[in-house]
């Protein structure tokens, strides 16, 4: 029996937002797979939680790994809330580190605009934290922390958390301790070595680029990101931040073009890789989107569920139904932070594709305990009826 896959190409059309600017939520189709999270590294484990740290408006610390070796780079400090993510600046490289609570940059993943996507796929915040908006804080007079996370995002490592609920706006500091554990070999990185060769005047380019951007002065972030990689030609970073700012002025094709040159320039950079998948998106291609996942994937396949999660679903559309059962077990895998329910509708579907209709039955029943009443759970429970009915009289045809 072949079915239809179960989720349609989403809507294209949309881009993603500007840097400056924090998206907004919304509901996607039915039609479409899951929502997507920002393509951020995924932390990989809650293995402890730190005590509660009250009354401080930033947090000192230090990022240590559990076999006291090194860490491979900078890392970034997050904060994690309700499957959100904000950027809050880098650790040295030696994993101290000095964030703000009060003043974070937009949060990654809300709703971008991808077209059938809830949220969207953004590429590695830039190295000064972000845009220092005041979302997080309500303001001036208190902070509004409950359920959120400090988390350190290092590539190739789980994190542990520390749990901010009950933070207070005061001026008290406190100290904390991040462990980090190694859970395999990454090729990627989330910072270019080929900024360690730009010239001054190139980087002071890049760092007005970032602050336009921040203000939405697109055309003089343009001008100045021009010029950092006249000056340095191998500037990654400066060609990645002058993607997002094409991106963000709705000019895919330059944005493509800036992005595959920070990739020509370090291939290792992360950045725009992830963003080379976001744009992907519009291209409406299946085989498009499957070569951009695989790429990210090919650089790190622990720290993106997301990634393995579109890759799944560019197998099942594609109907390579071996592939796309794979891919979907990776993203389930990969998704410690449950983002992607709908991964096992999309397990299920290639499941049943391949006459598994035990195991798809399984995945359905998985999908509908954490979406018992989603926006397709009659399309899903209608599926569940015939994988049923097809375990009981397997030789009976399809209805």
């Known amino acids: 029996m072949v079915l239809s896959p179960c989720v349609g190409h989403p809507s294209f059309g949309a881009q993603p937002p500007p840097p400056s600017q924090e998206p907004t939520e919304e509901s996607s189709p039915t039609t479409s797979p899951e929502s997507l999270s920002p393509l951020e590294r995924s932390p990989s484990s809650h293995e402890k939680r730190q005590p509660i740290l009250r009354g401080v408006t930033w947090v000192a610390g230090r990022i240590l790994t559990v076999d006291g070796s090194p860490l491979p780079e900078p890392a970034l400090i997050e904060i994690h809330c309700s499957g959100k993510v904000r950027p809050s600046g ?19 993943g809300a709703d971008a605009s991808m077209g059938g996507f809830d949220e969207g796929v953004v590429g590695h915040p830039s190295a000064s934290g972000g845009s220092g908006d005041d979302s997080l804080s309500g303001g001036q007079t208190g902070l509004d922390l409950a359920g959120c996370e400090l988390r350190a995002n290092v590539p ?13 706006n005061t001026q008290n500091g406190d100290t904390v301790l991040i462990v980090v554990r190694r859970i395999g070999r990454i090729d990627g990185l989330t910072k270019s070595f080929t900024s360690l060769s730009a010239p001054k005047d190139a980087r002071k380019a890049l760092e007005k680029a970032i602050t336009g951007n921040r203000r939405g002065r697109f055309d003089e972030a343009r ?76 650089l790190d396949g622990f720290s993106y569920p997301q990634a393995w999660y579109l890759n799944s679903v560019a197998h099942l559309q ?10 979907a077990k990776e993203t389930i895998k990969a998704d410690l932070d449950k983002r992607f329910p709908k991964v096992r509708h999309v397990l299920a579907v290639a499941q049943a594709n391949k006459d598994d209709f035990a195991n798809a039955a399984n995945s359905l029943r998985a999908y509908l305990a954490v979406r018992p009443n989603g926006a397709d759970s009659v399309l899903v429970k209608q599926q569940l009826a015939e994988f049923e009915e097809r375990v009981r009289q397997p030789d009976q045809p399809p209805k």
């Not at 880098?90 to 990654?108: E, P, T």
Request: net charge negative.
């Open 318 to 327: 594609l109907r390579h139904y071996d592939d796309a059962e794979s891919s």
């Open 223 to 298: 001008a100045n990101l021009s010029k950092a990689v006249e000056i340095h030609p191998q500037y990654a970073e400066a060609w990645y931040e002058l993607g997002r700012t094409y991106s963000a002025m709705k000019l895919p094709d330059e944005a493509g073009e800036a992005f595959n040159k920070a990739v020509a320039a370090d291939v290792r950079f992360m950045p725009p890789h992830l963003a080379l998948l976001e744009l992907s998106l519009l291209s409406k291609d299946w085989e498009v989107i499957l070569s951009a996942s695989e790429q990210v994937l090919k």
């Open 90 to 108: 880098y650790s040295d490289k030696n994993g101290y580190f000095n964030v703000s609570l009060s003043r974070q940059a937009s949060m990654i």
């Open 156 to 168: 190739g490592y789980r994190s542990e958390s520390v749990d901010l609920t009950g933070t207070k």
